[in-house]
């Protein structure tokens, strides 16, 4: 398990789930991009919020559409959610399941850190 939590800006409603199932769908390009960007990204929820099962972020997707959508109308670079995946178990659950990307992602980072 993957476990992500999503919360919305003004945390009326914030929660935990499981990422797995986009861990598995995703294609490498999107699993290097979420690394690259601290591990965070609204997308998984959007990919998630209408399977069974997560219906509690559908509710939290909906809420932060109706109810925040002036403050991003206003400001677009105002997130309405913040989504964050635990990055210890999505680096397990790739060196386990991808390896191929979790070694493209840790020759990223090292190449981050030495230049």
């Keep these: 398990m993957i476990r992500a939590s999503c919360h919305t800006a003004d945390n009326a409603f914030a929660l935990e789930f499981d990422a797995t199932p986009w861990f598995r769908e995703a294609d490498p390009q999107s699993l290097l991009h ?12 959007d990919a998630l919020e209408a399977r069974p099962g997560y219906e509690g972020l559908h509710r939290l997707i909906a ?17 309405a959610i913040e989504c964050v995946v ?3 178990e999505a680096i397990q659950w790739l060196k ?8 493209l992602i ?8 030495a230049g």
């Design 34 to 45: 979420l690394a690259a960007q601290g591990w965070s990204s609204v997308w998984i929820a």
């Design 63 to 79: 809420y932060a559409v109706t109810r925040l959508r002036n403050e991003s109308l206003e400001d677009p670079m105002w997130a």
């Design 86 to 88: 635990s990055q210890p």
């Design 96 to 103: 386990e399941n991808r390896p191929e990307v979790a070694l």
């Design 106 to 113: 840790q020759r990223r980072q090292a190449a981050s850190q």
